[in-house]
């Protein structure tokens, strides 16, 4: 007859050192793979960010369309804030504020429409608008980071998305 003390003792299973070491190695991966699972969540973040700006680029190019009646996008740099407005009604849509962790980069255009960091661009109702580039970037971005490009075309209004590499 077998005593029943061998058979827990030779029960398969795991030491406590040895789940210790299994935890201890998947912390090790894990910090060391989170710098670059942060870096693509901040890279995937500004191309949504860039996406917003070119969608509300669109709506206002639509509504101006549809309403028959000029509409501007206007686009704070200092605070990266961008809206929409109605200048025969003075409307102005809701503020929309950009992530914290993307802001503006920089606005060109053709004429300088810049007033206290205060950018605009012109829709108008058969659909073409005032030129301009906006560019986005990450906040704690060295300039030699890659950035979007929003560019508007003035004479279909359309807007497009470009990635810039350094």
Known sequence: MKNPKNNIRNA????LIELILVLVFMALIASLSMPFVASSLDRIQLQ???RAIKSALAYA???AITLKTPFVFHGDLKNNQYWLSIPRDDKTTRIKSIKDNVKF??????????????FQIYFYPLGNSTDGTIQVEL??????DAYYEIIIDPIIGNAKIHKRDP
């Open 105 to 118: 980069r920089s606005f060109t255009s053709k004429k300088d429409r810049i007033e206290d960091n205060i």
């Open 12 to 15: 398969g299973g795991f030491t």
């Open 139 to 144: 906040a704690k971005a060295d300039r030699e």
């Open 61 to 63: 190019r639509s509504q």
């Open 48 to 50: 949504s960010e860039a």
